[in-house]
């Protein structure tokens, strides 16, 4: 159903028991979609406890499920309501349920899990497909090791929900990168569903209306940096120390160093780290919601290489130096590697990284290498003019039944 004067809705789903990838995926999917296109109004649903710090812009909202947090032996926990996982998680189902019935979208976008946290928008799924609404899993351009996924998929029965539910599968990368379901045992009817749009372009956010204060920021934006981001922080400390300890050997490093730490970080490691980078006359951050001005206006990144700092790092044609982590994914490892090998940025392993004197060369030389423009690689950004098209089709009028006819 459209909104009185045939506006649209679109809801998009994004389950963020960790970190920040999710929600700024989603987040910049939902305001490239209303820019597009001026009928439209997107509703976002997310366990990100921290979305309210985010500026969405006219014509995008969010409802705020139930927070939970992943423990460090794989299970789940209520993030801060006093009762059990299993309440919490039906909680979430019916809040995801009902909203979908109240909204009632002409398009849902699920992001990277198929059936949501243990299962959770499988009802809301069933439901929007027996009312017609279009429905799309979109993926990041590396899930893990193709092995590893194909068990974990397994355990979560997530090949037949792309066969029996999902209409479109949307891949936010490009093959020659990485292709995420490479390995696992799809139908050809699961391959034609498929698109890959390239990766998603980031801009310079309005931050004259938003009452974000630039000036407050403990560093002069107009002198050279190196930008250090650890994305939501939660696994972000080694990365920190290694750099930090880096310009604590007394190396010649010619940049001052702005460290972002995440709001996701333990307090007593951003003590620790704010208390070390005083006395190298380095700045810090805990958070801030406008990081496209940070890297835009950096002379080189340090990253774990996520997903969003990525196409950040591509958009403002940035040079960096990834560090990616291994576990528990090696997502961030594969799309390093291939990054490198495509000469769209360098990388250090964990070994490589831990050494002072590495990692100290590699500061050195990271506002001297290439930067990611000088590497030829056909539609890299095209990524939200593809989910535009893509969107715009998924909606049109007997979309829905030429999709059911092909299954």
């Keep these: 159903m459209t909104l009185p004067g045939g506006r649209r809705r679109v809801l998009i ?22 820019a597009a296109n001026p009928d439209m109004s997107v509703l976002i649903l997310s366990g990100s406890p921290i979305i309210g710090r985010f500026d969405f812009g006219e014509r995008v909202d969010f409802v705020r499920i139930p927070g939970v947090i992943k423990l460090k032996n794989g299970e789940y926990t209520s993030q801060t309501l006093a009762i059990d996982f299993e309440q919490t998680l039906a909680m979430r189902a019916a809040i995801i349920r009902h909203t979908a019935e109240a909204f009632d979208p002409d398009l849902f976008i699920v992001d990277k899990e198929p059936l949501g946290l243990r299962g959770e928008v499988r009802g809301a799924l069933e439901m929007l497909r027996a009312r017609g609404c279009p429905l799309v899993l979109g993926l990041r351009d590396v899930l893990d090791d193709p092995a590893a996924l194909a068990r974990e998929w397994d355990r979560k029965q997530a090949l037949p929900a792309l066969r ?31 698109s890959f749009t390239g990766y998603l372009r980031r801009s310079l956010p309005d931050t004259q209306n938003t009452g974000h ?56 490691r951003q003590q620790e780290f704010k208390t070390r980078a005083r006395r190298i ?24 290489g996520g997903y969003n700092t990525f196409c950040e790092v591509l958009s403002f044609d940035k040079p960096a130096l990834i560090v990616p982590r291994t576990r528990p994914r090696r997502e961030q490892f594969i799309r390093a590697q291939q990054a490198r090998a495509l000469g769209l940025a360098t990388m250090l392993d964990a070994a490589e ?13 990271l506002s001297q290498q290439p930067l990611p423009s000088e590497s030829i690689v056909p539609g890299l950004l095209d990524g939200l003019e593809n989910v535009q098209r893509l969107a715009k089709r998924a909606m049109a009028p007997g979309r829905r039944a030429l999709s059911a006819a092909n299954e």
């Design 353 to 365: 990284a831990a050494d002072a004197t590495v990692m100290a060369t590699a500061l050195k030389q």
């Design 281 to 304: 006359n380095a700045a810090v951050l805990t958070f801030d919601a406008y990081m496209e001005t940070l890297v835009a206006q950096a002379a080189g990144v340090v990253c774990m």
């Design 13 to 34: 789903y994004s389950h963020d028991t960790f970190g920040l990838g999710h929600l700024r995926r989603c987040r910049t999917i939902a305001q490239a979609l209303v």
């Design 213 to 268: 204060d630039v000036a407050r920021r403990p560093i002069d934006m107009t002198d050279p940096y190196i930008l250090v981001t650890a994305g939501g922080g939660g696994d972000g400390d080694i990365l920190m120390d290694w750099v930090l300890r880096a310009y604590e050997s007394g190396a010649a490093l010619p940049l001052r160093a702005l460290f972002v730490l995440g709001p996701f970080m333990a307090a007593d």
């Design 164 to 194: 029996d539910l999902y209409d479109e599968i949307w891949i936010y990368g490009l093959p020659q990168i990485c292709d995420p379901l490479d390995g696992l045992a799809l139908p050809p009817s699961v391959r034609r569903k498929t």
